[in-house]
């Protein structure tokens, strides 16, 4: 079978730093995304990670541990535009084909 | 470059009926991909289109079927709609020698009385 797990919630205050956890189980695994949704709209791509280590942008980092079968997001600098779900998404990469397997999603929580 | 679009925006239909929605993928963008997405849950992927052939399908009856058009556009139809079909149809393109990353349109949010 195949699994994603990350926190349901997580609330923070503006300027500060929140790291968004993800684990998962699943066979075919080429990478792991990270994709923003804010309330009624379009699922946004962070963030991709194909091999094993750091990958920086702007205030958005991500991170995967291919061994530990976990990633992370990390957000820095807080703004309230960052209150939204992120999703953490497996690649599944096979026979010309790249499909998405999303997590359930964190809800992040900016307050002032 | 207008993106991913989609259409219509809402829809409201009845059990037993049929719905089709629409997608215009991204410009230079050669595969398209349907998600469904339940409130409160991740998206869940229906099935990808590529060279107007279905490529890959997720565990979803087959009262979910779709085309993909020469334009590379493509269409989402449901049949006999259930009250749990009521979800937000998402479709998103990309490039099929770009894996890593794929643009989603606005959505359709479909709603089953």
């Known amino acids: 079978g195949q699994s994603l797990e990350q926190p349901s919630e997580v609330t923070a205050v503006e300027g500060a730093i929140v790291q968004i956890n993800c684990t998962y189980q699943t066979s075919g695994f080429y990478g792991l995304s990270w994709y923003q949704q804010h309330d009624g709209g379009a699922p946004t791509f962070l963030s991709y990670n194909g091999l094993d280590g750091l990958e920086e942008t702007g205030r958005f980092s991500s991170f995967l541990s291919r061994s530990d079968s976990y990633g992370y997001l990390l957000l820095q600098e807080l703004q309230m535009k960052d209150s939204a779900s992120y999703f953490c998404?497996?690649?599944?990469?096979?026979?010309?084909?790249?499909?998405?397997?999303f997590g359930t999603g964190t809800l992040l929580a900016v307050q002032p | 470059d207008a993106g991913v679009t989609q259409s219509p925006t809402h829809l409201i239909k009845t059990r037993g009926q049929q719905v089709t929605l629409r997608c215009s993928p991204k410009s230079g963008h050669d595969t398209v991909s349907w998600y469904q997405q339940a409130l409160g849950q991740g998206p869940q992927f229906i099935f990808q289109?590529?060279?107007?052939?279905?490529?890959q399908r997720g565990n979803f009856p087959d009262r979910f079927s779709g085309h993909q058009f020469p334009n590379y556009s493509s269409e989402l139809n449901v049949n006999a709609l259930l009250l749990g079909d009521s979800a937000l149809y998402l479709c998103a393109s990309s490039f099929s020698r770009a894996y890593n990353e794929q643009f989603f349109g606005p959505g359709t949010r479909l709603t089953v009385l």
């Open positions: 289109y590529y060279e107007e052939e279905e490529r």
């Open positions: 998404a497996v690649n599944r990469y096979g026979g010309a084909t790249n499909k998405l397997i």
